[in-house]
């Protein structure tokens, strides 16, 4: 009989990729971590690790069973997720994470979680999506508020469960005293563009905008790059141009034109994610609630075209 919890810690290993740092996540010493996987290839009658200097390399047969066992945490995580909401337990932790462009709006969705459940000490990281969906899978967090583009999807997980959140428009910020501010833009009208603001390099919000101005028949030429929106938009307004998503530009400072694409539309999706099976849990249950609150109170500028210089 394979023992689950062997089963879990070489799932942890495989995440995390070595046996010294899922020792560490385990609370274990390395030697244990790897007398316990020496015991599942017993019990499994096969080979599952083969070390490569310090790190360890997976065998085909490794992933088969790491495989069968993200459906049996997931089942296991279904049965707490159950108990708990039949005793109408919430726990004494919810760890969330979101980007920086949700993340400023998570006071309101805090405020009613501790009222809430007074009891649960309710704590957020600012993390970007890789990095948040990285720990939810290895069970640093209970709940990761992630996002995805039309143009660059992620790819689905078996271990994740998505709730969709809102949609927001990707949108032209130019300079107001632009010759297009004020007018209907395309992105090919941007061709010769030689003050353009992108994301960091290796980033899907980098992605999106590259591949959107392929859609329109031209690579933009970086004059600058920036992780934050509010620096980029203080670019843009000093004479850049750049594309940005909805959440960015629902205050945008003064000095700064908006417009919808004409010729390539773009989205940003954003979704929490959870560990699939836990969604039922009480705390976990009313955090989405919250969340959709105030994503849909987020969302009615989009729906109705209220931003300021926006245009179907």
Known sequence: MLDVRRMRILREVALRGTIAAAAEALHMTGPAVS????????????????????????????????????????????????????EARYGGELRLAAFPTFAVLLAPVLRALRAAMPGVAVGVRELE???????????DLELAIAHEYDHVPRRGEDAVQRVELLREPMLVALPEDHPLAGEPVALADLVGEPGWVLPVAGSTCHEEVVRMCALAGFAPRAAS???????????????GVAVVPGLAVLEPPEGVALAAPADVAGQRVTFAAVRRGSARRPS???????????SATAAAPFAWGDIDGFRE
Request: aromatic content about 2%.
């Open 35 to 86: 007398q316990h996987l020496a015991a599942l290839e017993r019990e499994s009658g096969t080979k599952l690790v083969e070390r490569e200097g310090r790190s360890v390399r997976l065998t085909a047969a490794a992933r088969t069973l790491i495989a069968h066992t993200e459906t049996i945490l997931a089942q296991l995580e279904a049965a707490e997720a159950d108990l708990a909401a039949g």
């Open 129 to 139: 999506p890789e990095q948040s969906l990285a720990a939810l899978r290895v069970g």
């Open 225 to 239: 790059q920036a992780h934050d929106y509010r620096v980029t938009l203080t670019l843009v307004r000093a004479g």
């Open 284 to 294: 976990i249950a009313r955090a989405l609630e919250a969340l959709r609150e105030v």
